[in-house]
């Protein structure tokens, strides 16, 4: 048999329901790999020798019904895990344990999963890098000095490095989806109200969300499974029929409209991304799709949107870090002067950047500039899509304006890393589901993602589609292990 790193998560599963290999094989195999990659930088907080605890135990009496018995899992340090440190990757919250646990980390939990650690990300989400973590950058196990994207870095170079079989990450503005296309991995943003946001430490309420990230398009659609349920803790959850994502994954695609939107064609994107979309395009019709050229008029303007909407979100969700409720408190001379050291040491620069953005966009005599403005334009960017929707059946665009960069190469010039986020925003402002799968490689064998946008609640649809294109794309990256000490 192959190594078990090396194999999906639905081959492990398989393997462990036919008692091939065991929960402490698989988990010992992922421990001893991640115990290696000190280079990458992507734990925070290693659980390992629980991990084997718990692999035993489910050994002694294992439950094969389930949907991951006895799989090892690291995931990003923004959910929240039971008498488990969760940071955010920030310094204001270094020292916190929470006392309950998410919903999503739950779910894979009660489906028989196993907490391998905790990931590194950007700081409280907030970057396309992995550059503000207060616990230092994560490197892709592609190359030494490139950045695997973010926020959700950690989580897709330990993906890539094979140091967990497939983790979940969330996506505010694309940190799901744009670490994956710079992984060569499979992201997929859930429809608004899919998964429950209870206990994932806040960014932007109205925008995150979170999902799965896995080595293939089948694994996606099983860990999509268990992640999405209705959850009365969280007043955003929508209460649907949810499919059988992973039994119902299909190639028939014959016949479906896929829009191209022209407005994606931006102004400066590298002549690889076109070519890349063009052959999209053609693995789709030789799948028997239709391809159908359509328009989002106001794509120019998410990104602005984005950045009002999100830093006045996350202004407000960060009031809370006070040095009274939680984490960091910092000695100071009175209330107001124990406050603003606290989240003056607390926080790192890119935070402080939105929180000030956040506020200025909301205080009073902008509110209406900016805020409202942003919240009125954001309307008119979900109507594009409600409107293109009577005509498609889902929408393929680049995943990214280009592949992953250099470390350091973007993180003085905040306007040119917020660009990277261009083809992913306008989807969680509109709350859609979104899906990037790895598609083809740039001139330094860098990875280049694809993204397929669905109408709301048909993730089943894009999978769908993403699961025929991934037949035909063959998409194979040799990554090396020069990581491993
Ligand atoms: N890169 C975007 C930002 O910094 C998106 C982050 C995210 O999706 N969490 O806001």
């Not at 000190?38 to 084997?52: G, H, P, R, V």
């Not at 009660?110 to 950058?137: H, P, Q, R, V």
């Not at 999405?228 to 029929?241: E, G, L, Q």
């Amino acid at each position: 048999m192959s190594n078990i790193t090396d194999l999906s998560l639905n081959e492990l599963v398989d393997n462990v329901k036919s008692k091939k290999i065991s929960s402490k094989e698989i988990t010992n195999a992922y421990v001893e790999r991640s115990k290696k990659s000190n280079k990458l930088n992507t734990y925070i907080e290693q659980t390992f020798d629980s991990a084997i605890k718990n692999s035993e135990k489910f050994d002694k009496s294992p439950n094969l019904e389930k949907k991951l018995p006895g799989i090892p899992f690291a995931v990003k340090d923004l959910f929240c895990t039971k008498g488990i440190k969760t940071t955010a990757s920030s310094k204001i919250l270094e020292n916190f344990i929470p006392t309950y646990e998410s919903t999503i980390t739950q779910n894979l939990w009660d489906a028989g999963a196993i907490l391998l650690g905790k990931l590194n990300c950007d700081e409280f989400a907030m970057g396309s890098s992995n550059e503000t973590s207060y616990f230092g950058n994560v490197i892709s196990p592609i190359s030494d000095n490139l950045v695997p994207g973010g926020s959700s870095g950690g989580s897709a170079s330990a993906l890539a490095a094979k140091l967990t079989p497939a983790t979940i990450g969330t996506d505010t503005g694309g940190s799901i989806r744009q670490p994956a296309s710079f992984t060569g991995t499979v992201g997929l943003k859930p429809t608004y109200g899919s998964c429950s946001r209870y206990g994932i430490v806040a960014f932007a309420s109205s925008l995150d969300q979170a999902g799965p990230m896995t080595r293939n398009v089948k694994d996606c659609s099983l860990l999509l499974e268990v992640m999405s349920s209705f959850d009365h803790k969280d007043s955003t959850s929508v209460d649907f029929k949810r499919p059988n994502y992973c039994l119902d994954l299909n190639k028939n695609i014959k016949g479906k409209k896929i829009g191209i939107p022209k407005e994606y064609r931006v102004d400066g994107m590298p002549k690889e991304i076109d070519k890349l979309w063009e052959k999209g395009k053609e693995y789709l019709k030789d799948c028997g799709a239709e391809i159908v050229d359509i328009s989002l008029p106001h794509t120019n303007y998410a990104l602005p949107t984005y950045y009002i909407v999100a830093p006045a979100e996350a202004s407000s969700n960060l009031a809370r870090y006070d040095g009274v409720k939680y984490g960091l408190r910092a000695d100071g001379e009175n209330l107001i002067d124990m406050y603003e050291k606290t989240r003056s040491q607390g926080f790192g620069e890119e935070v402080k950047r939105r929180i000030m953005i956040g506020t200025y966009v909301l205080s009073s005599g902008y509110y209406d500039a900016y805020y409202l403005k942003a919240q009125k334009v954001r309307k008119l960017i979900k109507n594009d899509f409600d409107d293109v929707f009577k005509k498609v059946d889902a929408i393929l665009t680049p995943s990214t304006p280009s592949s992953a960069f250099k470390v350091g190469e973007k993180s003085n010039d905040p306007v040119s890393m917020y660009l990277n986020d261009i083809f992913t925003v306008p989807v969680n402002l509109a709350g859609l589901p979104g899906i990037s799968i790895p598609a083809g490689l740039d001139k330094n064998n860098y990875p280049l993602g694809l993204q397929i946008i669905g109408k709301p609640f048909d993730e089943q649809n894009i999978l769908n589609i993403a699961y025929s294109m991934e037949e035909k794309i063959n998409f194979k990256l040799n990554i090396k292990d020069w990581w491993i000490k």
